[in-house]
């Protein structure tokens, strides 16, 4: 089969489109015929091997332990590497059904990001006590907030979104936050504030150190700010420890791609059982912004390292199957 194989360069990775051998499924595997990939940061880091943490596609054969699933079944998964290929093999326990009505490609852009959602605002705290919380999401415009406005919307929760530019807000709102604001204003600490009538909001989700001072200076009380999924970046920011010990803010960061598959497993379990209800009413689904055939994934990386993407990046297996006059580059 064809694979797309990261190599190390001088400077940077590169990817190359090289012919390998069809992985064998184990008993508790399926392979799935992959349709489409995600495009996320942790792609970028492994070298010598395929990258690929989520993909789209149908169930070509079961292992002998798998009863659930079956021969033709349409899923989308995350994965421990290995999706720019056309064909993966994957644990069952990481599959999510995807019904006839939703589109295939799209899904793709789903499950990882899902599933650092759900650690992130529900897994990593008591749920029984996150009604009427308010939770400010940073960067509210990008692939991963946008889904997690419209994932803590439909949990019933209260959403702050940040944007880098006053010209995105209605872009936040339109996805459902019940307030947003240009983070980049002097006086946006003061605004969130204002907007909690002095209480500050009760849980940051951060993919950076750069606002770290300001998001503990926007907490309640015993708020928490959790970093997502920094897959290595080198970030550093200050902080005075002085107002994080006065209001007992907690600062917390976790990483999906290094968790054993224990863990993976029991995270797909719960979106399953919590999140994905929300996919399959079609009041959740992806923003998705690029589209590329699996070739061009260096494209696509390049495009995603500039940081300023406001969706999903999607790479198709069969590009010319699904060309619809989308957007592509």
């Known amino acids: 089969m064809k694979a797309m194989i990261t190599k190390k360069g001088w400077f940077s990775s590169t990817l190359e489109q090289q012919e390998v051998k ?11 015929k992959v349709y489409a990939v995600g495009v996320n940061r942790g792609d970028l880091i492994k070298v010598g091997a395929c990258p690929g943490l989520e993909c789209s596609g149908i169930i070509e054969s079961v292992g002998r332990n798998v009863d659930y699933w079956k021969v033709g079944d349409r899923v989308c998964a995350i994965l421990e590497g290995g999706g720019y290929a056309e064909k993966v093999a994957v644990p069952a326990d990481f599959l999510l059904p995807l019904p006839d009505d939703i589109d295939l490609a799209d899904a793709a852009g789903l499950p990882y990001a899902s599933c ?17 919380k308010t939770k400010l999401i940073h960067e509210g415009t990008s692939a991963i907030g946008a889904l997690a406005i419209k994932y803590a919307k439909y949990m019933g929760l209260k959403v702050i979104a940040t944007t880098g530019s006053s010209n995105m807000v209605s872009t936040c709102l339109g996805y459902g936050a019940d307030y947003c604001l240009d983070h980049t204003l002097t006086f946006f600490v003061s605004k969130i504030l204002q907007k909690t009538r002095l209480a500050g ?4 989700l951060d993919y950076g150190a ?3 001072q300001r998001y503990v200076e926007c907490c309640s009380f015993w708020g928490k700010v959790v970093l997502v999924d920094l897959h290595g970046k080198k970030l550093t920011g200050s902080i005075d420890l002085c107002k994080l010990e006065r209001k007992q803010v907690e600062i ?11 863990y993976k497993a029991s995270v797909i379990a719960e979106v399953r059982a919590h999140l994905w209800p929300a996919v399959l009413e079609k009041r959740v689904v992806p923003v998705i912004e690029h589209r590329f055939p699996v070739n ?18 999607i790479l198709h297996m069969n590009f010319d199957e699904v060309r619809r006059g989308l957007k592509m580059d």
């Open 116 to 132: 650092s959602i759900w650690i992130a605002l529900f897994k990593m705290h008591d749920r029984s006590a996150l009604k009427d």
């Open 201 to 204: 909001v009760d849980f940051v």
């Open 210 to 212: 750069s606002n770290l």
């Open 252 to 262: 917390k960061a976790f990483d999906l791609q290094s968790r054993d598959l224990v």
């Open 296 to 313: 061009e994934a260096q494209k696509a990386w390049k495009l995603f390292q500039k940081n300023d993407l406001i969706g999903k990046i």
């Open 22 to 32: 069809v992985p064998k499924i184990k008993n508790n595997e399926v392979m799935i």
